[in-house]
């Protein structure tokens, strides 16, 4: 089941995988949704045409001299990323902060349910579902929710760097490997992302002689 939803999720970049039983992975949520969360000091998102800004900071991004650089881009892509534009949905997503911070997960998913009902293209909810269906160990729904941001924006990093996390807790690491290597295809200054990578690189495909 894991499996064939990866592939699923994948699917941008690669075929899906065959299915395969689901284990519990080791305990280490804080790692696997650590990229997945924006930062908490966000710029105002820029006006203007979405699309346009969006296509202009991820060309930023990629082309960055340096992580203090990509960094600044980074956060002005999340900023976009949060702005619904709904009202509803933005008072919405204060109730599922205000929730998060009571430690009420159920509450937050509830809310973030009512937001994808309203605003089924804010990227952002699927994106803070998936990770709250991971800290609650719903790994199925979680990577649905992955498949979700992913169908919406394929560029999502955020999102793509926590699959890997799930996949390389899974155990897969070939996919893992894949996740992961898109991901710093469109970020290549993702803090962790590349020792990650280079690890992944040597135990899927050997050492280079």
């Known amino acids: ?11 941008p970049w690669g075929a899906p995988a065959p299915a395969q039983s689901v284990v519990d992975p080791p305990n280490r949520p804080g790692e696997a949704i650590e990229p997945m969360q924006p930062p908490k000091d966000l710029p105002r998102p820029q006006r203007g045409d979405r699309v346009r800004n969006l296509d202009f900071l991820f060309g930023a991004l990629k082309a960055a001299p340096d992580a203090e650089t990509a960094k600044q881009v980074e956060n002005r892509i999340w900023a976009l990323w949060l702005a619904s534009g709904s009202d509803t949905a ?11 911070e009571a430690k009420d997960n159920e509450l937050a998913i509830k809310l973030l349910d009512a937001i994808i009902a309203i605003k089924p293209d804010y990227v952002e909810a699927w994106n803070r579902r998936a990770t709250l269906h ?16 992913l169908i919406r924006e394929p560029r999502h990093f955020g999102a793509i760097s926590g699959l890997g996390m799930i ?27 590349p020792d990650i990578v280079k690890g992944l690189t040597e135990k899927v495909e050997g050492r280079d002689i």
């Open 134 to 149: 991971y800290m609650q160990k719903n790994y199925a729904e979680a990577m649905r929710d992955i498949q979700q941001v």
């Open 90 to 100: 933005n008072l919405l997503m204060t109730r599922v902060k205000t929730a998060l």
């Open 1 to 11: 089941m894991l499996a064939a939803l990866a592939g699923a999720a994948l699917l």
């Open 167 to 193: 996949l390389q807790e899974f155990g897969d690491e070939r996919r893992a490997l894949q996740a992961f290597r898109r991901a710093l295809e469109i970020h290549p200054h993702m803090p962790k992302i």
